[in-house]
T-cell receptor, first 123, second 108 residues
Framework: QVHLVQSGAEVRKPGASVRVSCKAS????????VAWVRQAPGQGLEWVGW????????NYGEKVQGRATLTRDISTSTVYMELRSLSSDDTALYYC????????????????WGLGTLLTVPS | SHELTQPPSVSVSPGQTASITCSGD??????ACWYQQRPGQPPVLVIYEYNKRPSGIPERFSGSSSGNTAALTISGTQAMDEADYYC???????????FGGGTKLTVL
C-alpha cells in the first residue's frame, strides 16, 4: 500500500526558510516522481513543484521559482522541499503527491497524497 | 500563464446527474484530471487522462472532453459526493501542472 508520510507543522518568521519532508513507501521510489501542492486556508489547490525521483530533475511553479528547491534521497525514499524568503503568502497546507510520468508525458495525475504539512508564516 | 476555469459552484439533487466543466486555451492538447476533496482531507484522484478511473473510484464518475473543455460527470449523485472538485492539466510546453479554481458541489 502506498504511503506518503510528511513532516510536522512549521511556524516561521517572514524572510526565513523551511524544509519539509515526504517519505514514500509501498512502491518503487524511482519509478514515480513527487509533486508538491499547496492550499492556502479556504483556497484552492496550487501546484508548487515536481521532482523526478529517478534522476533528480525538477520543475517549479511561477510563484516559488527561485525560492523553492526540491531534492530527494533515494536511500531513504524521501523527498525534501525547501522554501526560502518566506512571506505570509506562503502560509498554506503543503501536500506531497505521487506522480507518474513517461519520457514525454505526465498525464496520469497525482494518485496518492500525503496528509499535508501546515506552514504558518505570521504577517 | 495557462489557466483553467471552473464554475465556483454546482448544485444537484440526490440521484440526479451532476456535471462540472473545466475550460482552458490549451486543454484540447492536454489530458485533464479531476480530483475530489472533502473538508479536512487530501484530494483524491477520480479521473485521469480525460476519462480513466483509478482503481476504487465508483463507476458513477466519468470524464469527457470536447475542444478546450473537459467535463466531470457524476451519475446518480449521492450525498457522499458533496465535496470540492478540481480539474488539473499538465502543460507539455512548460512541464508544469495547473489546477482549476475548484467547484463546490452541493447535493441538495
Amino acid at each position: 500500500q502506498v504511503h506518503l508520510v510528511q513532516s510536522g507543522a512549521e511556524v516561521r518568521k517572514p524572510g526565513a526558510s523551511v524544509r519539509v519532508s515526504c517519505k514514500a513507501s509501498g512502491y518503487r521510489f524511482t519509478t514515480y516522481g513527487v509533486a508538491w501542492v499547496r492550499q492556502a486556508p479556504g483556497q484552492g489547490l496550487e501546484w508548487v513543484g515536481w521532482i523526478n525521483s529517478y534522476n533528480g530533475n525538477t520543475n517549479y511553479g511561477e510563484k516559488v521559482q527561485g525560492r523553492a528547491t526540491l531534492t530527494r534521497d533515494i536511500s531513504t525514499s524521501t523527498v525534501y522541499m525547501e522554501l526560502r524568503s518566506l512571506s505570509s503568502d506562503d502560509t498554506a497546507l503543503y501536500y506531497c503527491a505521487r506522480a507518474y510520468c513517461t519520457s514525454n508525458r505526465c498525464s496520469s495525475g497525482f494518485d496518492s497524497w500525503g496528509l499535508g504539512t501546515l506552514l504558518t508564516v505570521p504577517s | 500563464s495557462h489557466e483553467l476555469t471552473q464554475p465556483p459552484s454546482v448544485s444537484v439533487s440526490p440521484g440526479q446527474t451532476a456535471s462540472i466543466t473545466c475550460s482552458g486555451d490549451k486543454l484540447g492538447d492536454q489530458y485533464a484530471c479531476w480530483y475530489q476533496q472533502r473538508p479536512g482531507q487530501p484530494p483524491v484522484l477520480v479521473i485521469y487522462e480525460y476519462n480513466k478511473r483509478p482503481s476504487g473510484i465508483p463507476e458513477r464518475f466519468s470524464g469527457s472532453s470536447s475542444g478546450n473543455t473537459a467535463a466531470l460527470t457524476i451519475s446518480g449523485t449521492q450525498a457522499m459526493d458533496e465535496a470540492d472538485y478540481y480539474c488539473q492539466a499538465w502543460d507539455s510546453s512548460t512541464g508544469r501542472w495547473v489546477f482549476g479554481g475548484g467547484t463546490k458541489l452541493t447535493v441538495l
